[in-house]
């Protein structure tokens, strides 16, 4: 009878260890990204292993990836989409046009983490969460709607352009103001067109 009650015990403990392991956090794995994608906060690596399955391998995840730089910027496919997004996901905490509400306002030149003025920055804040009520998104959007996300934030922006560290050169001289009722056609050519081609 003592025999089988220590191996009882010896069972439960070893239960209740693994299931205390699982609830540690997860160590992050290597980086399939060649751009340094960190935690605003931590400043950990981002596991990107870990993401929905969906929209991981689009051509525009693939080159963000690769450079650092969302492709998205000035795509009206994906401005549109990233818009849905946004107002689905994001405007509830910093409002329909990105002027703060509980959340930080995003369309102007002040940036609560600084290294939001890059994609990478701004796409790892989405991706990991930060201070307050922003919670990690990486469980509820794909990279491409992150991408797509981030692009209409930078759509959104009223500031000046000589602070908008995200766009080229080319499009700098381009930029325009967000201006308020702004549409788009139901389905505009670009990386993000439902056909898939541009």
Same mark, same amino acid.
């Given at each position: 009878?003592?025999?089988?009650?220590?191996?009882?015990?010896?069972?439960?403990?070893?239960?209740?260890?693994?299931?205390?392991?699982?609830?540690?956090?997860? *160590? #992050?794995?290597?980086?399939?990204?060649?751009? /340094?994608?960190?935690?605003?906060?931590? !400043? +950990?690596?981002?596991? %990107?292993?870990?993401?929905?399955?969906?929209?991981?391998?689009?051509?525009?995840?693939?080159?963000?990836? *690769? #450079?650092?730089?969302?492709?998205?910027?000035? /795509?009206?496919?994906?401005?549109?989409? !990233? +818009?849905?997004?946004? %107002?689905?996901?994001?405007?509830?905490?910093?409002?329909?046009?990105?002027?703060?509400?509980?959340?930080?306002?995003?369309?102007?030149?002040?940036?609560?983490?600084?290294?939001?003025?890059?994609?990478? !920055?701004?796409?790892?804040?989405?991706?990991?969460?930060?201070n307050g009520q922003m919670g990690p998104h990486n469980e509820s959007?794909?990279?491409?709607?992150?991408?797509?996300?981030?692009?209409?934030?930078?759509?959104?922006?009223?500031?000046?352009?000589?602070?908008?560290e995200w766009l080229n050169d080319e499009q700098k001289k381009k930029?325009?103001?967000?201006?308020?009722?702004?549409?788009?056609?139901?389905?505009?050519?670009?990386?993000?067109?439902?056909?898939?081609?541009?």
């Amino acid at each position: 009878m003592i025999q089988r009650r220590t191996a009882l015990g010896a069972s439960l403990g070893l239960v209740i260890l693994i299931a205390g392991l699982g609830a540690l956090p997860r *160590a #992050t794995t290597a980086q399939s990204s060649a751009v /340094d994608l960190r935690n605003v906060v931590t !400043g +950990e690596k981002l596991d %990107l292993s870990d993401v929905l399955p969906e929209g991981k391998d689009t051509p525009g995840v693939k080159q963000f990836l *690769a #450079t650092g730089h969302n492709p998205y910027i000035t /795509d009206a496919s994906c401005l549109k989409k !990233g +818009e849905q997004t946004f %107002l689905a996901a994001c405007s509830g905490c910093h409002g329909h046009i990105g002027e703060g509400k509980i959340g930080p306002g995003l369309a102007d030149n002040y940036w609560t983490y600084p290294q939001n003025t890059t994609d990478a !920055g701004l796409f790892s804040t989405v991706f990991g969460g930060a201070n307050g009520q922003m919670g990690p998104h990486n469980e509820s959007l794909t990279l491409d709607d992150m991408l797509q996300v981030t692009a209409w934030v930078r759509h959104l922006y009223t500031g000046p352009v000589k602070d908008a560290e995200w766009l080229n050169d080319e499009q700098k001289k381009k930029y325009t103001p967000y201006k308020l009722g702004e549409t788009f056609p139901d389905d505009p050519p670009g990386m993000c067109a439902k056909s898939g081609k541009s």
